[in-house]
C-alpha cells in the first residue's frame, strides 16, 4: 500500500537499516552509562566530604554540568577542545559527554541512596565491631540501593532517549541514518516515525525492568 503520506513497502524495506542502527545507539548507552556510573561514585564522596576546598568545587562542577545543556557540552568537547590543543574523535567526545553529564544524576542517587540509611545502621554495625568496610558492604548498601537502583533506571532511561545528539557530530546512530535515509529517498515520514516507536517501546520496556527491580528489592529488604 502506497500513498503519499506512509508508504508502507518503503517503511518494511528500511526496517533492517534502523535496527541494525539501533545496536550503535544501544552500545553508547550502555558504555555512556557505565562510565557515569564509575563517575558518580567519586563525586558523590567529594559531594559528601567535610572539607570545604573538596565540596564547594564539586558541588559548583555538578551544578554547572547538570545547568548547561548537553548538546552543550557535546560541542564544546568536540569542537572548541582542539583549541587547547587536544583533539577527540566524535565516538570519544561523545562517550565522555554523555558519561560525565550524567556521573552528575548518578552522584547525586548515590548520595540520596545513602542518605537514607538512619545513621544508627553504622552505629549498630560498630557496635557488633564490624569494620567500616564491612559495615558498608553488609549493612549500608543493601538498604541503600532500595532508593538508588529506580533512580538509575530513570537516569538509564533519559540517556538512551538523549543519545540522538550525538548526530550533531556525526556518529551514526538511529536518528542519523533516519535522516540519512530521509535525505537520499526525500521521504522522512516513515523512518523518523519507526524511530520514534523504536525509542518507544525500548523505553517502556526499560521502565518495566525497573519496575521490576524496584518491586525485587523492596520485598528483599
Given at each position: 500500500?502506497?500513498?503519499?503520506?506512509?508508504?508502507?513497502?518503503?517503511?518494511?524495506?528500511?526496517?533492517?537499516?534502523?535496527?541494525?542502527?539501533?545496536?550503535t545507539?544501544?552500545?553508547?548507552?550502555?558504555?555512556?552509562?557505565?562510565g557515569?556510573?564509575i563517575?558518580?561514585?567519586?563525586?558523590?564522596v567529594?559531594?559528601?566530604?567535610?572539607?570545604?576546598?573538596?565540596?564547594?568545587?564539586?558541588?559548583?562542577?555538578?551544578?554547572?554540568?547538570?545547568?548547561?545543556?548537553?548538546?552543550?557540552?557535546?560541542?564544546?568537547?568536540?569542537?572548541?577542545?582542539?583549541?587547547?590543543?587536544l583533539?577527540?574523535s566524535?565516538?570519544?567526545?561523545?562517550?565522555?559527554?554523555?558519561?560525565?553529564?550524567?556521573?552528575?544524576?548518578?552522584?547525586?542517587?548515590?548520595?540520596?541512596?545513602?542518605?537514607?540509611?538512619?545513621?544508627?545502621?553504622?552505629?549498630?554495625?560498630?557496635?557488633?565491631?564490624?569494620?567500616?568496610i564491612?559495615?558498608?558492604?553488609?549493612?549500608?548498601?543493601?538498604?541503600?540501593l532500595?532508593?538508588?537502583?529506580?533512580?538509575?533506571?530513570?537516569?538509564?532511561?533519559?540517556?538512551?532517549?538523549?543519545?540522538?545528539?550525538?548526530?550533531?557530530?556525526?556518529?551514526?546512530?538511529?536518528?542519523?541514518?533516519?535522516?540519512?535515509?530521509?535525505?537520499?529517498?526525500?521521504?522522512?515520514?516513515?523512518?523518523?516515525?519507526?524511530?520514534?516507536?523504536?525509542?518507544?517501546?525500548?523505553?517502556?520496556?526499560s521502565?518495566a525492568?525497573?519496575?521490576?527491580?524496584?518491586?525485587?528489592?523492596?520485598?528483599?529488604?
Amino acid at each position: 500500500m502506497k500513498s503519499a503520506i506512509w508508504d508502507w513497502s518503503f517503511a518494511a524495506s528500511i526496517v533492517p537499516t534502523l535496527l541494525a542502527a539501533t545496536g550503535t545507539t544501544l552500545l553508547m548507552t550502555a558504555l555512556a552509562f557505565v562510565g557515569a556510573l564509575i563517575l558518580g561514585a567519586p563525586i558523590a564522596v567529594a559531594r559528601t566530604s567535610r572539607r570545604r576546598w573538596i565540596e564547594r568545587p564539586t558541588r559548583w562542577g555538578v551544578e554547572f554540568i547538570r545547568s548547561t545543556p548537553l548538546l552543550i557540552q557535546i560541542y564544546a568537547l568536540y569542537f572548541a577542545l582542539p583549541a587547547t590543543g587536544l583533539t577527540l574523535s566524535a565516538l570519544s567526545a561523545g562517550l565522555i559527554a554523555l558519561s560525565l553529564h550524567y556521573a552528575t544524576y548518578t552522584s547525586e542517587a548515590y548520595r540520596a541512596g545513602l542518605a537514607s540509611v538512619p545513621q544508627g545502621q553504622w552505629e549498630a554495625a560498630a557496635a557488633l565491631g564490624l569494620r567500616p568496610i564491612a559495615a558498608y558492604i553488609k549493612v549500608v548498601m543493601p538498604q541503600a540501593l532500595v532508593p538508588i537502583v529506580p533512580a538509575l533506571g530513570n537516569h538509564l532511561i533519559a540517556l538512551f532517549k538523549e543519545t540522538p545528539l550525538l548526530s550533531a557530530i556525526a556518529i551514526i546512530e538511529i536518528l542519523q541514518t533516519a535522516k540519512l535515509i530521509g535525505a537520499e529517498s526525500f521521504r522522512y515520514t516513515e523512518p523518523i516515525t519507526i524511530v520514534g516507536v523504536v525509542f518507544l517501546l525500548l523505553s517502556l520496556g526499560s521502565a518495566a525492568l525497573v519496575h521490576r527491580a524496584e518491586r525485587y528489592l523492596g520485598r528483599w529488604r
